[in-house]
């Protein structure tokens, strides 16, 4: 054997109608493999019925190619089932549900939406005043032909990612650089397209010293005064003025599972509740989905996901923000600077406006 280490095989089980085999009890005695074993880190706690299923599909279709096996008609079943659960379990999401969904470490973030929606993307670096700040990506890009600026929030994939991108929280630095990329679209008449998905800017004894919060305010007044139409996407965590220094736009989106607030459940839950294990009280306090924030005004369109997620069909859900953000920036553009602006502060004065008689 020379040290190595070999796996039986299972003979094909003949148990089942008419000596068909009994696929349910194949797959009862297919070892699991590795790669199923590291898909389930990544599922949350309400998805562990559907991972089970999609396992199942999953060593079906390699144990079919493996031996020359039909099983289709076992598959159909197993699909069907698999959509039926996906269906039922994301329809009923609770708002903690929707903020784990938001956060799920498999969603697309922004250069993945790069790659799916855009063309052409230049990135663009540096504030021009002290360094790069990784956790804010941006630059040229072409959204069905035409130039836009494109700014977002990166977030990693791993460990060693997530430090170079500090965890999708921006410094002071980030935010300077996405200021100067939209004056610079500003500068040359082009729409800005960002997309958010940060838990909030980075609260560091460093980041502080050099100015987070005026980099968040000058943003803010910036993009207010921006002659050239905005539109905002929330594709994941909008966490609070991190989340709003690009996010000042005359059309906001939210993807369906997507959260939006000043504050995140776990520290809302903290203050008020002095514990951490109300969050769940806490999110439906908040008003942070996607459904609610439409519902008051804040959100202009919401976006379907995929049934199961954006993290279960990156094309599907790529297909779907492109074409809202080709409807959104083509109604913007009938507009002239003037109105873009009075009709940009006219969206913001409305929000939280006080109706004693409503």
């Known amino acids: 054997m020379g040290g190595e280490l070999r796996q039986k095989r299972s003979p094909i089980p003949t148990a089942g109608r008419a000596g068909v085999p009994d696929f349910t009890l194949l797959l009862l005695n297919s070892p699991p493999r590795v790669e199923d074993i590291l898909a389930t880190i990544a599922h949350l706690d309400f998805e562990k019925a559907i991972s089970e299923v999609e396992g199942q599909i999953d060593r079906l279709q390699s144990l079919a190619r493996e031996r020359g096996l039909d099983v289709s008609a076992e598959l159909r079943s197993l699909e069907r089932k698999l959509h039926s659960l996906k269906r039922d379990v994301f329809e009923n999401l609770s708002p903690i549900e929707r903020v784990q969904v938001a956060r799920h470490p498999r969603r697309p973030y922004t250069l993945d939406y790069l790659n799916l929606i855009f ?158 294990t109300e969050r769940d009280r806490a999110a439906a306090a908040l008003k942070m989905t996607a459904t609610d924030l439409r519902g008051l005004g804040i959100a202009d369109v919401v976006v379907p996901e995929p049934t199961g997620g954006a993290h279960s069909d990156w094309d599907e859900t790529a297909s779907r923000l492109k074409q809202a953000l080709i409807t959104q920036l083509a109604e913007l553009r009938t507009l002239s600077p003037d109105q873009l602006l009075e009709q940009r502060s006219e969206k913001y004065l409305r929000i939280g406006k006080w109706c004693p008689d409503a």
């Open 119 to 276: 063309t052409d993307f230049v990135e663009l670096h540096g504030d021009r005043l002290y360094r790069e700040d990784e956790s804010i990506v941006g630059g040229w890009a072409r959204l069905d032909g035409e130039s836009v600026m494109v700014i977002g929030h990166q977030k990693g994939r791993d460990m060693k990612e997530n430090l170079r991108r500090n965890f999708g929280m921006p410094h002071p630095e980030g935010y300077r650089k996405a200021l100067r990329l939209m004056e610079q679209a500003g500068k040359f008449g082009r729409p800005v397209v960002t997309l958010i998905d940060t838990p909030g800017a980075y609260p560091g004894l460093g980041a502080e010293e050099r100015g987070q919060a005026e980099a968040i305010a000058r943003n803010l007044r910036s993009m207010a005064a921006l002659p050239v139409p905005i539109v905002a996407t929330v594709i994941g965590e909008g966490g609070s003025g991190g989340a709003l220094a690009i996010g000042v736009a005359d059309r906001l989106l939210m993807l369906e599972n997507s959260v939006y607030s000043v504050i995140s459940p776990e520290g809302c839950a903290a203050i008020l509740w002095k514990s951490g």
